[in-house]
């Protein structure tokens, strides 16, 4: 069964505006990661957090992780067209071995 | 260089064809992985090499054999695929070792389809 849940599964905001996804896992973690991917193709790492931290900034993104809730949130502020995709997070289930979530799709309106 | 490369990009099979999937990287990684990702779905992980040895084998047929011939190549040799099979496969790198659970890197993927 996946780890991760994410919700909402699809998200459709106006450029500028900022987009959040949430993502809830199961198991005990050390981190959690965040991926993008466009349209079908590879996956691109966006940012890493660890049990002991809990929030994480980058660039336009923030993640925060609650560990008591076992869960995660990607804020994307100031949305641009270029952001539409999907989000995973993925989370480590043991060594080399994570897993990811059902993902959020981002549609990015001009 | 930080590029996972993948090639095919695109591979069309019948049910009786033998193939294979080549995956490569120059980031020293040691870790190495496929993943396969059905239209709409996360991607699911089948198989993880670590320092060129299958460490995790996530109950994936037989009919997909994975190959490490080296610490920079990664194959997935298929072999009487059902259409079912036909989705995204993913490979991934990361660093491995002591930084066994950090960042992966992912390469573009093949698209598979079996007919």
């Known amino acids: 069964s996946q780890q991760g849940e994410e919700d909402p599964q699809a998200l459709s905001i106006q450029e500028g505006e900022n987009a959040t996804m949430n993502c809830s896992y199961k198991?005990?973690?050390?981190?959690l990661q965040w991926y993008r991917q466009n349209s079908g193709r590879g996956l691109v790492h966006l940012i890493l957090i660890r049990s002991n931290e809990r929030e994480k900034h980058s660039g336009r993104l923030r993640v925060t992780l609650d560990t008591s809730k076992k869960s995660s949130s990607l804020l994307i502020t100031a949305s641009r067209a270029a952001d539409t995709a999907s989000y995973f997070c993925a989370t480590d289930v043991g060594t080399y071995k994570y897993i990811f979530g059902t993902g959020t799709r981002l549609k990015v309106l001009a | 260089d930080t590029e996972v490369t993948q090639t095919p990009k695109h591979l069309v099979m019948g049910m009786t064809n033998k193939k294979s999937l080549k995956c490569e990287q120059h980031m020293g990684h040691r870790a190495m992985y496929w993943y396969k990702q059905k239209a709409k779905k996360p991607p699911e992980l089948m198989f993880v090499?670590?320092?060129?040895?299958?460490?995790i084998n996530e109950s994936v047929p037989s009919r997909f054999s994975p190959e490490c011939p080296n610490s920079s190549l990664l194959n997935l040799h298929l072999h009487a695929l059902q259409p079912e099979d036909s989705a995204l496969y993913l490979c991934?790198?990361?660093?491995?070792?002591?930084?066994?659970?950090?960042?992966?890197?992912f390469g573009q993927g093949t698209r598979l389809t079996v007919v």
């Open positions: 090499y670590s320092y060129e040895k299958l460490s």
């Open positions: 991934a790198s990361s660093q491995g070792g002591r930084r066994s659970n950090t960042e992966a890197f």
């Open positions: 198991t005990s973690i050390n981190n």
